[in-house]
């Protein structure tokens, strides 16, 4: 079993009240310097390891927040030190201003796919440090001095023991918070965006909003940040807040252990102390200054990360057997909680999916011409062809990710044409995929949870408090009844990528069914599966149909077919060749010729 973190709380806590009354006041100032570095870390974790989106903006937002403080403080600007409130008049001033850029950086890059948000950010990073150096009221490169103390709830904080308890207070608020979001709804959402934007899109996530959600919590702790480092240093100039200084986070979250939350505390103390030390102990083995630790640095980054690709905390966990993502949620049994509420189910019969006459052309290709099918309640459908027949084509305009060029599609009596698959995904229409979309180092429960993203509804800050507990009670109740309908409830909190191939395909029909679907999309779902796993497979098909779920399902494999569906559409070169029932489909001379003249494998 793995030890929980949670147990290592209370030490960590009493080691950090004890340190700054033992050790010198030099070590309480670069153990400053490393909270505040880590509090910024944090969101290059989150941002980067966590959602996969690289920033190298990160130092200019710690400098503008830092910037905006020391503008709003200091005796050579608008001087409001003195003012009663004036941290956090700072305070709401710098996290107003790098929330707002962030917004408008992320309005500008996050919808683009590719590099538009790593050189935005490097754009933005330049552009900011520029901007600091060049103001001649904020004293231009050399900065701004003399700023006052902090003085909040009648203390000062000076640069002694309390300022330490305020920087690392705000560290590890920080890490609880978004361990708390991590572990929600969105937080399956946020873990989703790196590697299953598409998967998560045809669950009802909104990808983009996710992805700002994330980058202003990033900023935000950049903000806070700042505002620590304006009342630390007392001093703000454009030298750490550069597009150099937006690397050196990168390199912290990388060294630490870019996935993990406490990779940030141990990246930002790795470089720091490394940095402090080399600067030290350098010159005097080599007799002679030099700006050697740069180079020294590198080699070491590179060597650490040659050693644990992972970063440092990874390994240190791995030895310790600790659990990366701290505490899972386990659902609780029974009656405890009430099961979500469902859509109003189909009628018997009820026509699910119309599809008619849709033609889909690539350049000169026709894909699908004049295509027609309808799947009712409680049945289940299979397209079946040869590779290239345009099956996977048809299955796209069905499930929103392609528009047909012609012809419409109805689902429950509704043209959904051109509508996203997060819209179908709420209106009661589920998929698997061809090549399985699952998020591997998530647990079989998390991921099926996915399924029913739109069913929950708690926000940012229900989840990071911890306020979303009956929320995601139900939410995980739901994916563990799924995950027991499917036959995987003993596999609850294994990850999904140890499970073989069969159960992956399965978990993925839980997902969907965690929906709450009318119609389950299934593509090419016996594909890669041995004999006794598409048995399998065809047996849970059955049951669920038998519960009353209408399945569409689009398949290469005639024999996996045969034995289960109720009708058969076949294809061959974007048509139609034949409907029917399998066995009477079987014989068809046409259906015979395409399968054993054509090009199956
Ligand atoms: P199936 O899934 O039955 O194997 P597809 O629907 O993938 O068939 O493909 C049908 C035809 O359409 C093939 O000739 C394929 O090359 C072509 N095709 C599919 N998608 C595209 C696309 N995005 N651009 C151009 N041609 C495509
Ligand atoms: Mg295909």
Known sequence: MARSFSRMWLPLILLLLVIPLVVSTFYISVLNNIGMFALATLGVVLLTGIAGMTSFGQAAFVGL??????????????????????????LAAGLALTLLFALVLGLLTLRLQGHYLPLGTIAWGMALYSLFGTIESLGGHSGVPDLPPLRIFGLTFGDGPRMFYLIWGCVLLAIVLIRNLLESRLGRAIRALRGGQEMAASMGVDVFRTKMIVFLIA??????????????????????????????????????GIGSLWGAVIGSAAVVLMREWLQDWLPALLGHGGNYESIVFGLLI???????????WQGVARRLKLRQHGHMRLPQTGAAVEPLPRRPRPKPRERILDVRDVTRRFGGLVANRQMSLRVDAGEIVAVIGPNGAGKSTLFNLVSGVDVPDEGDVLFRGHRINGRTPRELAARGLSRTFQHVKLLPEMTVLENAAIGAHLRGHKGVFASALHLDGE?????????????ERVGLGEHLERTAGS????????????????????????????????????QALAELLRKLRSEGVAVLLVEHDMDFVMGLVDRVIVMEFGQRIAEGRPEEVQRDPAVL??????VEE
């Open 302 to 312: 590179v060597l650490v990360m040659h050693r644990w690709p992972g970063g440092i």
């Open 471 to 483: 929320d995601e009670a139900r939410l995980l109740a739901e994916a563990r009844r799924q995950l």
């Open 219 to 256: 900023a935000a702790l950049a903000g806070l940040s700042g505002w620590l480092y304006a009342y630390t240093q007392r001093f703000v100039s454009p030298g750490p807040f550069g597009v150099q200084a937006g690397i050196d986070y990168l390199f912290m979250a990388l060294l630490g």
């Open 65 to 90: 927040s830092a910037y905006t403080t020391a503008a709003l403080i200091a005796p050579s600007t608008l001087n409001l030190g003195a003012m009663m409130g004036a941290p956090w008049l700072a």
């Open 499 to 534: 499970l073989a191939l069969g159960q992956q395909r399965i978990l993925e029909i839980a997902r969907a069914l965690c929906a709450d679907p009318c119609l389950l999309l299934l593509d090419e779902p016996a594909a890669g599966l041995r004999h006794k796993e598409k």
């Open 593 to 598: 010729k395409a399968y054993l003249g054509g």
